[in-house]
């Protein structure tokens, strides 16, 4: 409950801070909204009482009422409906920002990879819009829950016993949560089913994966999934609607029941002496008014309740953040150079929520100023160590040192800000090129002097030679711009990566995976030039890369198996050690030859 209420507080507050005017006037206006017909109905009864005493100057003030009443409705509607808009709009914008700051700023990468977490991000992101919605939800309620309480108390002045209008006013609130609930339970049951289906829809109708559904003749495959996929979730869907619509039915005969008992209680008493004809019309209008209140509120509750929801996943999403955030207590400043390496020392590391060891007591010294290629088989654990090495993940044991100290001691976003990385899964910014490139370095994204250089750098510069309006083109087919090729995105990928110009850690894991093997080397043999140029600076230059031509001209190779390290030292010296590295080696230069 108490979490119920927290997701609650963080969420209603977006809709403050976002348009607090709006969202303070939505509240107020949506009371007088509430309260107005009851009024009015009100007013009616007056008139009628005034018309069959023959009290003129009564019945007049009567119509005054009405005439003023309907105005202040009508203008009132109009301020109401621009609050809800401009609220939701402004709520939907702050609270997509608040994703993005969480998502994109969380100290982890946990909830980009991890399955169990993947699948309450793929909720919120889904149901995102929903985080805007908690004043309107909110608002609604006030509103239909202020017209039950002004019904109630004028029905109760013609006769107590029509609050039992109220109470079956209660019953649909209740039903109409009961099928709610009905709908999310079923919803809950086939959320992994659905996002089965939401992925193969993806898979049938996008176009990266267009080629190989062609070659492969898997449409007809995928259509299958999907069809299986879906049957368990319509079946259960279906059968939770169905139970929630004999619920409503059920509702709408005893409401409709209580609407004829409540009249014609009325007129009997009419008939009795013991009300007034205004008696009859306020009670015909205000049962009316009575049942429209209880549908709007449980419309507003199922909304609510389905905001709330989202809520709590958010506040999921914000502890998790706040679970995996690492502030060191007594931090230390990120060393202006290094100077002895970085080192890892005795690591072990599980992914989150795994048994698996990837890394297994793991020590590895990378001497400053060296050029170290990582090798190992698919899995071995390469990516895995560059992750820990830049801060992504906490090793579970041991520790990632930076001249002795464990990079934990330092802020990790100053860690990262001296940590350059180029990876095979690249992102493909579609900006302009300059942008695209020079956000690997966020000071310099304008300075276009530095963007070229970072390009020559790359082997890139022939990529934006061929660009109608050169570092200034529009990348990226969906926004009008040039599409590139997978080999071209790397290339500026790379670029980008070599954009910051003091890192202590450059990182290329199978950056150049799309170029071949004599431009990969042409290039690295570059990179280590460039990395033996800057020693001063004790930077370490890791990379990862299959083909051993490349690796070869490293300072260091280190043979990666099953998350130990196997061998280690010089081309040379593995080669005369005549271990698995010399055996790939081998391998390698005769498919070459
Ligand atoms: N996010 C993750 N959650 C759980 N296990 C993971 C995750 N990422 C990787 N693994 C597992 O960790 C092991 C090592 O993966 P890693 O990506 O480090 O290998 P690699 O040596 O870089 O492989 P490759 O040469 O194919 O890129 C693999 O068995 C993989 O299944």
Redesign the pocket.
Known sequence: MSESFEAFRRTIGFGFKAAPLQATGQLLTGVVMAAGPPILVWAGKVFVDAVSAQDLETGLWAVALLAVGVGVLMLNVFIYCNCVFAVLERTRALADRKLMETFGGADS??H????EYLDQVHRIREERDGLGQMTNATAGIVRSLSTLVAVSVLLAQVHPALLALAALGGVSVFVGRKTRDLQVAAQEETSEAERLRRDLFELGTNGSSGKELRVFGLTDELVRLHHKASDPVVAVRHRADWKGAVLQSLDALLSAAGYVGAVVFVISLALNGRATPGDVVLAVGLAANLGWAARTMVSYGTNFLRTLRVARRFLWLERYAVRVARTPENPLSVPASVQDGIELRDVTF???E?D?L?LDRLSLQLPAGSVVA?V????????????LLSGFYVPDSGSVLVDGTPIERFPLAEWQSRVSATF?DHAAFEFVARETVGVGDLRRLSDEGAVRTALDRAGATSVIDVLPDGLESQLGTQWDGVDLSGGQWQKLALGRGLMRQDPLLVVF??PTAALDPQTEHALFTRFAEAARDSRSRGTVTLL?S?RFSTVRMADLIVV?DS?SVLELGSHAELMAHGGLYAELYGLQSRAYQ
């Open positions: 990468l946990a980009h990879e991890h399955p599980a992914y989150p795994t698996r990837i990582l190992g088989e698919n899995g071995a654990g390469k990516t895995t160590l560059v992750k095979q894991d199978e990862v299959h990666l998350g």
